[in-house]
């Protein structure tokens, strides 16, 4: 999936959009909280997915022109 949010995340540069990623920036890091809860189960490689995620919105994030 990271290759998905590699391009939804550079289509947001591109727009400047920096509310956009800043709402899926949110939902992974709900998701990664959830996840971390999870019991039953081994939810490490879905963590790490999640992990790899918000390393690529905050990169898009960093290359925004302050607001």
Known sequence: ???S?????????RLNDRDALEEILAHRQDLLRQLAAVTGVDP??????????ITIIEAG?????PE
């Open 61 to 65: 994030l960093a290359t925004l022109v």
């Open 1 to 3: 999936m990271s290759r």
């Open 5 to 13: 949010v590699e391009l939804i995340v550079e289509g947001y540069v």
């Open 44 to 53: 490490k490689q879905a963590i790490t997915q999640v992990s790899e995620d």
